[in-house]
């Protein structure tokens, strides 16, 4: 917009020159002309106005004021007389871009300046418009998002945030963030003042378990991460937070998201929220130099309840065991459900190892009260395992795993009790591990034999039934007997599948003799608790009873005393169904339980096996020989069969036949033998009998 043609002419081609043919230039001599222009062809296309104030229509300070006042985005250069130089800085004050003076005019400079004013207008406009889409997008998203300054003052929230703390992004602006909202950390209780100091001063994205205190939302839990925000020059100039309302949980996203880290039948955190925060918590105590400790927290005989009580009731018993977990622990700790009847809690912060023992003590007592469940008053204890950082283990899968082992030595104890992990568990479980492991295939392999032992009538000398006496023949460590497998096989639960085996082999075997004329022998199984509480237990002897033909009579199971301590009510029924089968019913390692004889009439045994405990005291304890009379007398009495156990030596077998025990069976009688040794033992003494007779 320049009145003198001369120099509208010098400057627009110093303008065509200096841009390679970037701009195109419009010139026109009037104000009006270029209002038109200006409006003509939408503002938008004119990226900048070269403008003399002085036209032949208008003059000074109102040609910028008319000029600018039209398309106050377009920036304006102004090209004046050097005695309106004062004009000039005026119109610069009120918006203009630069002045340059006629006379002192330099094209290229000219040029330069207009290409830069361009520019930068562009890409104000186009950051302008980067900021607003930005701004859309954050305020759309379903996190809330919080910059601070270095100062730690916050510069933005986006709609979310706003709700989520009750604080305008106006109101806000420019406060200390910790006033607008405070942070509590999850595992700790204590205030995050430091989330995004944090950031700026690692450099790095910081990952936290907070829980917010903000003006709507009392203590909702919530996660987030703090990310430094860095300049051009990669300095640090503030930090955003972004956070998501894990309890109000309101988009899909976040729910998914709950889902995903937590157990729906307790609503505790499940495994993979652990994971996350015992990370946390070990790079916690890791950076205050504190300690921490992980238990692993097993619900013992879990599987009885369920099984005989259904899954229900069950799921209710894990709801509770939940609820009183909870009870025992500070809001920062965490107590999570593993899965089954397995809870982990991380007690984040302990001064010393002895801590954890007294959660421990605590968690049981709790867990011990009985649970009122419907009608049910049920009754439960727990066997608990403590792994402590950094002594045993510094890393989250380390802890777990020793916490682990240390709850299975627990259970070895006798359950109900805790035990801190010690190094030398780490080999016992490696043992533990590889057994298990294979006992699995031990039965498809063939690798599971039975070893028979003779029952001998003592008067005569006659076998009478055999008992038999698993043993896994391991590939690689040769005969294992049942101390150092059947405990593992019950504690994995692979013993039911053994227990059918050994049934169903016993059977077979005890129909074997009979078809070559040995006998009639009456075999008997072991039976574990774990199998005797398998709901289907019953019903697999009826059947491998029909499939083998053996007679039921033919069969006797024996149980140790402690099945039926443990919960006799439940005992007695399966008893009865079992006697209801037809098969016998012996009662294992009698004298070493705490049950009396009075006790015992409850149940339907038919016999009696005392304790070798007993046996091997015989002659030389007089007291023992007085019991064992006692024990046989009052057998007998209840119409039980009595057998003596261990009888290893002559002595013993006299004092037994003294004693009127009409049965025994041990080494000094026979070791247990092969099925083959069995058999030729047996023909051996039929012979011996033949000779004797003849
Ligand atoms: P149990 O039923 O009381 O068996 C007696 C154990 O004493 C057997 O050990 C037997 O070999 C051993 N024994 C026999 N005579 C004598 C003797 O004169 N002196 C001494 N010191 N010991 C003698 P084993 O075979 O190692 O079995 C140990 C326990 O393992 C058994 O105790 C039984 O409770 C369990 N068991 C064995 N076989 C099975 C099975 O098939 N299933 C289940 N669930 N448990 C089994
Ligand atoms: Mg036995
Ligand atoms: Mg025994």
Same mark, same amino acid.
């Given at each position: 917009?320049?009145?003198?043609?001369?120099?509208?002419?010098?400057?627009?081609?110093?303008?065509?020159?200096?841009?390679?043919?970037?701009?195109?230039?419009?010139?026109?001599?009037?104000?009006?002309?270029?209002?038109?222009?200006?409006?003509?062809?939408?503002?938008?296309?004119?990226?900048?106005?070269?403008?003399?104030?002085?036209?032949?229509?208008?003059?000074?300070?109102?040609?910028?004021?008319?000029?600018?006042?039209?398309?106050?985005?377009?920036?304006?250069?102004?090209?004046?007389?050097?005695?309106?130089?004062?004009?000039?800085?005026?119109?610069?004050?009120?918006?203009?871009?630069?002045?340059?003076?006629?006379?002192?005019?330099?094209?290229?400079?000219?040029?330069?300046?207009?290409?830069?004013?361009?520019?930068?207008?562009?890409?104000?406009?186009?950051?302008?418009?980067?900021?607003?889409?930005?701004?859309?997008?954050?305020? *759309?998203?379903?996190?809330?998002?919080?910059?601070?300054?270095?100062?730690?003052?916050?510069?933005?929230?986006?709609?979310?945030?706003?709700?989520?703390?009750?604080?305008?992004?106006?109101?806000?602006?420019?406060?200390?963030?910790?006033?607008?909202?405070?942070?509590?950390?999850?595992?700790?209780?204590?205030?995050?003042?430091?989330?995004?100091?944090?950031?700026?001063?690692?450099?790095?994205?910081? *990952?936290?378990?907070?829980?917010?205190?903000?003006?709507?939302?009392?203590?909702?839990?919530?996660?987030?991460?703090?990310?430094?925000?860095?300049?051009?020059?990669?300095?640090?100039?503030?930090?955003?937070?972004?956070?998501?309302?894990?309890?109000?949980?309101?988009?899909?996203?976040?729910?998914?998201?709950?889902?995903?880290?937590?157990?729906?039948?307790?609503?505790?955190?499940?495994?993979?929220?652990?994971?996350?925060?015992?990370?946390?918590?070990?790079?916690?105590?890791?950076?205050?130099?504190?300690?921490?400790?992980?238990?692993?927290?097993?619900?013992?005989?879990?599987?009885?309840?369920?099984?005989?009580?259904?899954?229900?009731?069950?799921?209710?018993?894990?709801?509770?065991?939940?609820?009183?977990?909870?009870?025992?622990?500070?809001?920062?700790?965490?107590?999570?459900?593993?899965?089954?009847?397995?809870?982990?809690?991380?007690?984040?912060?302990?001064?010393?190892?002895?801590?954890?023992?007294?959660?421990?003590?605590?968690?049981?007592?709790?867990? *011990?009260?009985?649970?009122?469940?419907?009608?049910?008053?049920?009754?439960?204890?727990?066997?608990?395992?403590?792994?402590?950082?950094?002594?045993?283990?510094?890393?989250?899968?380390?802890?777990?795993?020793?916490?682990?082992?240390?709850?299975?030595?627990?259970?070895?104890?006798?359950?109900?009790?805790?035990?801190?992990?010690?190094?030398?568990?780490?080999?016992?479980?490696?043992?533990?591990?590889?057994?298990?492991?294979?006992?699995?295939?031990?039965?498809?392999?063939?690798?599971?034999?039975?070893?028979?032992?003779?029952?001998?009538?003592?008067?005569?000398?006659?076998?009478?039934?055999?008992?038999?006496?698993?043993?896994?023949?391991?590939?690689?460590?040769?005969?294992?007997?049942?101390?150092?497998?059947?405990?593992?096989?019950?504690?994995?639960?692979?013993?039911?599948?053994?227990?059918?085996?050994?049934?169903?082999? *016993?059977?077979?075997?005890?129909?074997?003799?009979?078809?070559?004329?040995?006998?009639?022998?009456?075999?008997?199984?072991?039976?574990?608790?774990?199998?005797?509480?398998?709901?289907?237990?019953?019903?697999?002897?009826?059947?491998?009873?029909?499939?083998?033909?053996?007679?039921?009579?033919?069969?006797?199971?024996?149980?140790?005393?402690?099945?039926?301590?443990?919960?006799?009510?439940?005992?007695?029924?399966?008893?009865?169904?079992?006697?209801?089968?037809?098969?016998?019913?012996?009662?294992?390692?009698?004298?070493?339980?705490?049950?009396?004889?009075?006790?015992?009439?409850?149940?339907?045994?038919?016999?009696?096996?005392?304790?070798?405990?007993?046996?091997?005291?015989?002659?030389?304890?007089?007291?023992?020989?007085?019991?064992?009379?006692?024990?046989?007398?009052?057998?007998?009495?209840?119409?039980?069969?009595?057998?003596?156990?261990?009888?290893?030596?002559?002595?013993?077998?006299?004092?037994?036949?003294?004693?009127?025990?009409?049965?025994?069976?041990?080494?000094?009688?026979?070791?247990?033998?092969?099925?083959?040794?069995?058999?030729?033992?047996?023909?051996?003494?039929?012979?011996?009998?033949?000779?004797?007779?003849?």
């Amino acid at each position: 917009m320049i009145a003198d043609a001369a120099d509208a002419k010098a400057v627009r081609d110093a303008l065509v020159r200096s841009s390679d043919g970037l701009f195109h230039v419009d010139w026109v001599r009037s104000r009006a002309d270029g209002l038109l222009r200006l409006d003509g062809r939408g503002t938008s296309n004119v990226a900048a106005v070269l403008a003399d104030l002085d036209l032949p229509d208008s003059s000074g300070l109102d040609t910028f004021a008319q000029l600018h006042g039209a398309a106050p985005q377009i920036p304006i250069l102004i090209l004046t007389d050097p005695q309106h130089e004062a004009v000039a800085r005026v119109a610069l004050r009120q918006g203009a871009h630069d002045y340059f003076l006629k006379g002192h005019r330099d094209d290229y400079l000219l040029a330069k300046a207009l290409r830069t004013i361009i520019e930068r207008h562009e890409f104000a406009a186009m950051l302008y418009e980067e900021q607003d889409r930005a701004r859309a997008a954050l305020d *759309a998203i379903g996190d809330a998002v919080i910059s601070t300054d270095l100062d730690n003052r916050v510069t933005y929230l986006n709609a979310v945030a706003e709700k989520m703390t009750g604080w305008k992004r106006s109101e806000a602006s420019g406060h200390k963030v910790e006033e607008v909202f405070q942070v509590v950390d999850s595992m700790t209780g204590e205030q995050v003042r430091e989330a995004m100091e944090l950031a700026m001063r690692d450099q790095a994205t910081t *990952a936290l378990n907070p829980q917010l205190n903000g003006a709507t939302h009392e203590a909702a839990p919530f996660e987030d991460s703090a990310v430094p925000i860095h300049n051009r020059q990669g300095e640090v100039t503030g930090a955003v937070m972004v956070f998501r309302d894990m309890g109000n949980s309101r988009t899909l996203s976040n729910r998914m998201l709950y889902l995903a880290q937590h157990d729906p039948l307790t609503d505790l955190p499940n495994r993979v929220l652990l994971h996350d925060r015992l990370n946390h918590a070990i790079s916690l105590a890791h950076r205050r130099r504190k300690q921490m400790a992980v238990l692993f927290l097993d619900v013992d005989r879990f599987k009885h309840i369920n099984d005989s009580l259904g899954h229900v009731l069950g799921d209710r018993l894990l709801q509770s065991v939940a609820q009183r977990l909870l009870s025992c622990v500070r809001r920062s700790d965490t107590v999570c459900r593993q899965g089954g009847d397995e809870f982990v809690i991380l007690l984040s912060e302990i001064t010393q190892a002895q801590d954890a023992a007294v959660s421990a003590e605590k968690m049981l007592q709790a867990l *011990a009260a009985p649970h009122q469940i419907d009608s049910h008053e049920l009754r439960v204890t727990g066997s608990i395992g403590i792994g402590v950082y950094p002594d045993d283990g510094t890393d989250t899968d380390t802890l777990l795993k020793h916490a682990d082992f240390a709850m299975y030595h627990a259970k070895d104890q006798g359950r109900n009790n805790y035990q801190f992990f010690e190094p030398d568990l780490n080999v016992r479980a490696l043992e533990r591990q590889v057994l298990e492991s294979g006992l699995r295939h031990a039965i498809d392999s063939h690798e599971l034999v039975l070893y028979y032992q003779p029952k001998v009538a003592l008067e005569s000398g006659a076998i009478v039934g055999a008992e038999a006496f698993l043993r896994w023949r391991h590939p690689e460590r040769g005969l294992i007997l049942p101390v150092q497998f059947v405990p593992i096989a019950e504690v994995c639960g692979s013993i039911v599948p053994i227990g059918r085996w050994v049934l169903r082999e *016993a059977c077979r075997q005890a129909m074997a003799w009979q078809a070559i004329g040995i006998g009639p022998l009456r075999v008997a199984i072991n039976v574990s608790p774990p199998e005797l509480r398998d709901r289907d237990f019953v019903h697999w002897v009826r059947m491998i009873l029909n499939e083998t033909g053996l007679d039921p009579s033919d069969l006797e199971i024996e149980l140790r005393e402690a099945v039926l301590m443990q919960d006799a009510q439940f005992a007695l029924e399966v008893l009865n169904s079992l006697k209801a089968v037809g098969v016998q019913l012996a009662l294992d390692d009698f004298g070493t339980g705490y049950s009396s004889l009075s006790h015992l009439k409850r149940f339907p045994i038919d016999i009696l096996k005392i304790d070798q405990t007993f046996v091997s005291e015989l002659h030389t304890d007089s007291s023992t020989n007085s019991i064992v009379n006692a024990v046989i007398g009052m057998g007998k009495n209840l119409g039980m069969q009595v057998v003596a156990e261990g009888v290893e030596s002559r002595e013993q077998l006299t004092c037994l036949q003294e004693l009127a025990c009409p049965q025994g069976q041990g080494f000094y009688l026979s070791e247990p033998l092969t099925a083959a040794e069995f058999t030729r033992l047996c023909r051996r003494k039929e012979s011996q009998a033949a000779v004797s007779m003849v």
